[in-house]
């Protein structure tokens, strides 16, 4: 393949420079004798117009060529030679235009097909750059002003709602403004935007009048458009929207898109939901029929703790089908410390997902709910290794003297040194039985568990 | 008296230094923890330090920080913080902050927050 392409290369090569070498013999060979003697002689000139008529001849420039010979033909006009070339070349010159591509001959003075296309090529490139440079340039000077006005018009906003909100009467001149700024679709669109800033950051009274002030400036409406929009993104802003601004009336749009294919739309849906459905603001997961991305958790945990909504017993969806509304109970159980759901909870360590029983096992440990030891210590001989693994941390973060025996044996009978350690951790954390225990299997000759104990009670390794 | 408020989000800004206007204050915002820095090195009658933890150039711990060790160390200082944030709350604290409170926050209970922490200081 290599030898191909060399073999290929210097055929290239040498082509190239045959034509160079032809060309440039034409063109570049000096004339006999210099040229810029003063005193020529008819001859001289004669042989001159020749030499310069030939080249150009050969190279097609046939009414250059046509002039050296009418020269040659002036000096001498008994001469054979430039008369019949003058002929030959006025002959040439009132045939048809040469369009041979193959052979690539062009005629300079008068352009052929491919010539005029070529030239029409270059112009109609240059124009289309030009025309595309002006386009992006205006674009970008227009984009750049509408983001100042745009700018502008926020801090003019900003300025009118904070005068609104914190005035101590209502100052009905003020309204009348911001009712003539929101007579245009812009406008208003800038308007909600800084109303849904605003309902971000307060509570209390200054929140009701912001509401206030948006529903008498008719902005619900434009909220309630969005969310029947049919782009999805338009949608997703209008539901977040009627979210902040708590207003129920595109509750069954919200609820219809809860299923929705589109992830962004449904996460959007379901924080609107918490939002706006106080008295089942977790309804939503008893229909989920779609995964409950880690994602879309995180959103709604964060709308619980931001917005401080009242906590729902999430103990009633430890038993749901979707996996994923499981998994995001028992995380829910534990940060918020339901331990109520233990019973419920304790079935889970049967459940066929072994994510949910690992999840459940965490939750034990981190609930600290020492009932659950020796159920646990029951599934420790069936379970996966990951769940071995935590369940043995989670009796490291309840510890219980009881379980020392069975902590022991992990360490002893486990090839598995990350699982030992967790045990020989474990033990460590039970206090003085536990110090005493490992110091005495440190000491012990019946196996060499030296390197872990001592690993484990090295203060500089937490 | 003369509050220093220093926050990032121009909205959140406006809000408090109108409603802290209304409350007979004389107020200066920074945009920034830098700017915040510069103003307090300069202006050494300032009262009270309302701070968002968040910010760019120089975030609010760092602010609470420098306060505490290069400008006045018994300025009384508020920290604005979201919601679940207790860890970076108590380092604050640890720093030196006074008292804290969180967005969504009511206007009033700031003003009534302010107020106290000026009294005390004061006594």
Request: hydrophobic share 45%; aromatic share 8%.
């Given at each position: 393949?290599?030898?191909?392409?060399?073999?290929?290369?210097?055929?290239?090569?040498?082509?190239?420079?045959?034509?160079?070498?032809?060309?440039?013999?034409?063109?570049?060979?000096?004339?006999?004798?210099?040229?810029s003697?003063k005193s020529?002689?008819?001859?001289?000139?004669?042989?001159?117009?020749?030499?310069?008529?030939?080249?150009?001849?050969?190279?097609?420039?046939?009414?250059?060529a046509?002039?050296?010979?009418?020269?040659?033909?002036?000096?001498?006009?008994?001469?054979?030679?430039?008369?019949y070339?003058?002929?030959?070349?006025?002959?040439?010159?009132?045939?048809?235009?040469n369009?041979?591509?193959?052979?690539?001959?062009?005629?300079?003075?008068?352009?052929?097909?491919?010539?005029?296309?070529?030239?029409?090529?270059?112009?109609?490139?240059?124009?289309?750059?030009?025309?595309?440079?002006?386009?992006?340039?205006?674009?970008?000077?227009?984009?750049?002003?509408?983001?100042?006005?745009?700018?502008?018009?926020r801090?003019?906003?900003?300025?009118?709602?904070?005068?609104?909100?914190?005035?101590?009467?209502?100052?009905?001149?003020?309204?009348?403004?911001?009712?003539?700024?929101?007579?245009?679709?812009?406008?208003?669109?800038?308007?909600?935007?800084?109303?849904?800033?605003?309902?971000?950051?307060?509570?209390?009274?200054?929140?009701?009048?912001?509401?206030?002030?948006?529903?008498?400036?008719?902005?619900?409406?434009?909220?309630?458009?969005?969310?029947?929009?049919?782009?999805?993104?338009?949608?997703?802003?209008?539901?977040?929207?009627?979210?902040?601004?708590?207003?129920?009336?595109?509750?069954?749009?919200?609820?219809?898109?809860?299923?929705?294919?589109?992830?962004?739309?449904?996460?959007?849906?379901?924080?609107?939901?918490?939002?706006?459905?106080?008295?089942n603001?977790?309804?939503?997961?008893?229909?989920?029929?779609?995964?409950?991305?880690?994602?879309?958790?995180?959103?709604?945990?964060?709308?619980?703790?931001?917005?401080?909504?009242?906590?729902?017993?999430?103990?009633?969806?430890?038993q749901?089908?979707?996996?994923?509304?499981?998994?995001?109970?028992?995380?829910?159980?534990?940060?918020?410390?339901?331990?109520?759901?233990?019973?419920?909870?304790?079935?889970?360590?049967?459940?066929?997902?072994?994510?949910?029983?690992?999840?459940?096992?965490?939750?034990?440990?981190?609930?600290?709910?020492?009932?659950?030891?020796?159920?646990?210590?029951?599934?420790?001989?069936?379970?996966?290794?990951?769940?071995?693994?935590?369940?043995?941390?989670?009796?490291?973060?309840?510890?219980?003297?009881?379980?020392?025996?069975?902590?022991k044996?992990?360490?002893?009978?486990?090839?598995?040194?990350?699982?030992?350690?967790?045990?020989a951790?474990?033990?460590?954390?039970?206090?003085?039985?536990?110090?005493?225990?490992?110091?005495?299997?440190?000491?012990?000759?019946y196996?060499?568990?030296?390197?872990?104990?001592k690993?484990?009670?090295?203060?500089?390794?937490? | 008296?003369?509050?220093?408020?220093?926050?990032?989000?121009?909205?959140?800004?406006?809000?408090?230094?109108?409603?802290?206007?209304?409350?007979?204050?004389?107020?200066?915002?920074?945009a920034?923890?830098?700017?915040?820095?510069?103003?307090?090195?300069?202006?050494?009658d300032?009262?009270?330090?309302?701070?968002?933890?968040?910010?760019p150039?120089?975030?609010?711990?760092?602010?609470i920080?420098?306060?505490?060790?290069?400008?006045?160390?018994?300025?009384?200082?508020?920290?604005?913080?979201?919601?679940?944030?207790?860890?970076?709350?108590?380092?604050?604290f640890e720093?030196?902050?006074?008292?804290?409170?969180?967005?969504?926050?009511?206007?009033?209970?700031?003003?009534?927050?302010i107020?106290?922490?000026?009294?005390?200081?004061?006594?």
């Amino acid at each position: 393949m290599n030898r191909c392409i060399i073999q290929g290369r210097f055929i290239f090569l040498i082509t190239i420079i045959f034509f160079l070498q032809h060309y440039s013999s034409i063109v570049f060979a000096q004339p006999e004798k210099s040229l810029s003697e003063k005193s020529e002689s008819s001859e001289k000139r004669y042989e001159r117009a020749i030499l310069w008529g030939e080249r150009f001849y050969q190279l097609h420039l046939n009414t250059l060529a046509l002039k050296q010979f009418d020269k040659a033909h002036k000096i001498k006009p008994g001469a054979y030679f430039p008369t019949y070339r003058s002929n030959q070349l006025k002959i040439k010159l009132h045939q048809p235009k040469n369009t041979n591509l193959g052979f690539m001959v062009f005629d300079f003075n008068k352009p052929g097909i491919l010539i005029s296309a070529l030239i029409l090529v270059i112009l109609f490139s240059f124009t289309s750059m030009v025309t595309a440079l002006t386009i992006v340039l205006v674009n970008r000077n227009h984009m750049i002003l509408a983001e100042k006005r745009k700018q502008h018009l926020r801090e003019e906003y900003q300025t009118m709602l904070v005068n609104f909100l914190f005035a101590k009467d209502i100052n009905e001149e003020l309204i009348q403004k911001i009712r003539r700024i929101a007579s245009t679709n812009i406008n208003r669109r800038i308007l909600i935007d800084q109303m849904i800033d605003l309902s971000i950051t307060l509570t209390g009274l200054e929140k009701e009048r912001l509401k206030e002030l948006y529903l008498a400036l008719k902005l619900d409406q434009d909220s309630n458009k969005k969310a029947l929009a049919k782009k999805w993104h338009i949608k997703a802003k209008g539901f977040r929207e009627l979210a902040f601004m708590n207003i129920h009336s595109a509750n069954s749009e919200i609820i219809n898109c809860l299923s929705s294919k589109n992830d962004v739309l449904r996460m959007e849906a379901q924080f609107a939901m918490v939002r706006l459905n106080p008295d089942n603001s977790f309804g939503f997961l008893d229909f989920l029929q779609k995964r409950f991305t880690l994602w879309e958790q995180l959103n709604v945990y964060e709308t619980i703790t931001f917005h401080h909504l009242e906590l729902p017993n999430f103990e009633k969806w430890l038993q749901s089908d979707n996996d994923s509304v499981v998994m995001f109970s028992l995380r829910m159980i534990s940060v918020f410390k339901q331990i109520s759901a233990y019973n419920s909870m304790l079935s889970l360590l049967e459940h066929t997902n072994p994510e949910i029983r690992n999840q459940t096992i965490q939750v034990f440990g981190n609930l600290k709910i020492i009932e659950s030891l020796p159920h646990l210590k029951r599934i420790y001989k069936n379970e996966t290794y990951s769940n071995c693994m935590t369940i043995v941390s989670a009796m490291g973060k309840m510890p219980d003297n009881s379980m020392l025996s069975f902590l022991k044996l992990v360490l002893d009978k486990e090839d598995d040194v990350q699982l030992q350690i967790e045990a020989a951790k474990a033990i460590n954390k039970m206090g003085e039985e536990g110090s005493v225990a490992l110091t005495k299997l440190l000491n012990s000759d019946y196996k060499n568990y030296q390197i872990i104990i001592k690993h484990v009670l090295d203060k500089r390794i937490s | 008296m003369k509050i220093l408020v220093c926050e990032d989000d121009t909205m959140t800004l406006k809000a408090l230094e109108h409603r802290l206007k209304k409350e007979g204050y004389t107020v200066i915002t920074a945009a920034d923890g830098k700017k915040a820095a510069e103003i307090l090195s300069t202006d050494t009658d300032i009262d009270l330090l309302l701070t968002d933890l968040h910010m760019p150039m120089l975030g609010g711990l760092e602010l609470i920080s420098l306060v505490r060790s290069n400008f006045k160390s018994n300025l009384p200082i508020i920290m604005l913080t979201r919601v679940g944030l207790e860890e970076t709350v108590l380092h604050a604290f640890e720093l030196g902050a006074d008292d804290y409170i969180t967005k969504p926050f009511n206007p009033d209970e700031l003003a009534l927050r302010i107020k106290r922490l000026l009294i005390k200081n004061k006594v």
